[in-house]
């Protein structure tokens, strides 16, 4: 199996690097953001509790958003791989990753980072708050607190990877085409 982990700030263009590659590879795209802000839409009991943590900006705790990755791989029926867009987000979560896919028979192939200076990245959120109706994106207080977040927790997830090997950054700047090319030589060379 191919499983990437594709990893960098918000903003970072995860998502819409994931869909590239899910064609490409034919591999399963789980997003956890995606998958509670379609438990928000649907009032769920979950997206009822994620919601209060990602409108302020906020991590969900670790368990809730564990147990939820673990159940939507095991809903698909032999999968090609996967790409991790938004997860792991903490050292917990990328242990726990570690677990289940062992568990599964299988590893993460490679962390991925999106490199984007923060700028830019300010900047795409401001864009995306316009068009994509995402309240964690429209107030700058919350954008801030997501960077800070992203800075304290997330961004050692890294060195998990990196201390297995499996880590490896690309330009995460200049058109969505140029940056999937850098992706798909990335992801050829592994
Ligand atoms: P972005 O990377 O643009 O901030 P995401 O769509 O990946 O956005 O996530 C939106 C929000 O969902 C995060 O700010 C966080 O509150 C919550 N979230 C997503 N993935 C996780 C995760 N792995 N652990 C905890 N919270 C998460």
């Given at each position: 199996m191919l499983n990437i982990v594709l990893f960098g700030p918000p903003g970072a263009g995860k998502g819409t690097q994931s869909n590239q590659l899910i064609e490409k590879y034919g591999l399963i795209h789980l997003s956890t953001g995606d998958i509670f802000r379609a438990n928000i839409?649907?009032?769920?009991?979950?997206?009822?509790?994620?919601?209060?943590?990602?409108d302020?900006?906020?991590?969900?705790?670790?368990?809730?958003?564990?147990?939820?990755?673990?159940?939507?791989?095991?809903?698909?029926?032999?999968?090609?791989?996967?790409i991790f867009d938004g997860f792991p987000r903490t050292n917990k979560q990328a242990v726990a990753l570690d677990d289940f896919l062992l568990e599964i028979g299988t590893s993460i192939t490679q962390m991925i980072s999106l490199d984007v200076d923060e700028e830019e990245l300010k900047s795409r959120l401001e864009l995306r708050a316009k068009d994509s109706g995402r309240v964690d994106d429209a107030d700058p207080a919350v954008i801030q607190n997501r960077i800070n977040v992203y800075r304290q927790e997330t961004a050692p997830v890294k060195d998990y990877y990196s201390?297995?090997?499996?880590?490896?950054?690309?330009?995460?700047?200049?058109?969505?085409?140029?940056?999937?090319?850098?992706?798909?030589?990335a992801i050829d060379s592994l």
């Open positions: 839409k649907g009032k769920t009991k979950l997206g009822v509790l994620a919601k209060g943590f990602i302020k900006g906020q991590l969900v705790p670790d368990e809730v958003t564990i147990n939820l990755l673990k159940s939507e791989a095991q809903k698909v029926e032999n999968p090609k791989g996967f201390g297995q090997d499996k880590w490896m950054k690309i330009d995460g700047q200049g058109t969505i085409e140029a940056i999937t090319q850098r992706l798909f030589d």
